[in-house]
């Protein structure tokens, strides 16, 4: 069965400070991965996502950064932290093709920049 | 670009049957799904509609309009842990229908 992992779950960074939240997915192969943003009460934006290794459409224009190293690995980066940024990070994958509406979201990265 | 536009909290009492509303624009239609998210956690897959009418999934039903651009989502015999906050979302044709846009999500409140 395919499942998903990101981490860490919780970090409380200071501004300026660098980022980097990991996510892997295991028993597929080929997805399409996805990191969103989901601010307190508020709904889900996209910031990248990826259709293979290598390839990044970012969605939004600020400072953080994605790359995919590996087919099922998807890393979401910052150089300098703002307070912006605090938020509810969210991987999410889903079958390459457009089969249908599903995606499968790992457990979320709480991030406070203080 | 696509929008998806839905009511912000719906309340209800355990029991009931609720009904959340979607409507959608977008240039190119690929399907609607609903996903639940509670405090604190990540969102899960509940439904997706191709085609018009009506999907059932135990107490949870997901309808598809797509000549009037609308679904809704029909929760039953609602209990405690149906509060939650629901999203629609569809497919961006802008991006080969790569990529998923939600709607802002309505938070149901369930009380006894």
Redesign the interface.
């Known amino acids: 069965s395919q499942t998903i992992h990101q981490w860490p779950a919780t970090l409380v960074q200071p501004v300026g400070s660098p980022l980097s939240l990991e996510c892997t997915v295991e028993g597929t192969s080929n997805p399409?991965l996805?990191w969103y943003r989901q601010a307190a009460g508020?709904?889900?934006q996209?910031l990248f996502?990826s259709?293979g290794i290598g390839q990044i459409?970012s969605?939004v224009p600020q400072n953080l950064s994605a790359s995919r190293p590996q087919d099922r690995q998807f890393i979401l980066s910052s150089k300098k932290l703002l307070l912006s940024d605090s938020g509810f990070y969210?991987c999410a994958w889903?079958g390459s093709g457009?089969a249908?509406?599903?995606?499968?979201?790992?457990?979320?990265s709480r991030l406070t920049v203080l | 670009g696509q929008s998806l536009e839905q009511p912000s909290e719906v309340t209800a009492v355990e029991g009931a049957i609720v009904q959340i509303n979607c409507t959608y624009q977008t240039s190119g239609f690929y399907g609607l799904s609903w996903y639940q998210q509670h405090d604190g956690g990540a969102p899960t897959f509940l439904s997706y509609n191709a085609l018009d009418g009506l999907e059932e999934t135990g107490r949870f039903s997901s309808f598809l309009s797509r000549s009037d651009s609308y679904g809704y989502l029909l929760l039953q015999e609602l209990q405690m842990k149906d509060s939650a906050s629901y999203f629609c979302a569809v497919r961006d044709p802008d991006t080969g229908f790569q990529k998923l846009v939600f709607g802002t999500g309505t938070r149901l409140l369930v009380s006894p």
């Open positions: 399409n996805y508020r709904g889900l996209l996502y259709v459409s969605e969210l889903s457009r249908t509406g599903e995606l499968f979201f790992g457990e979320g």
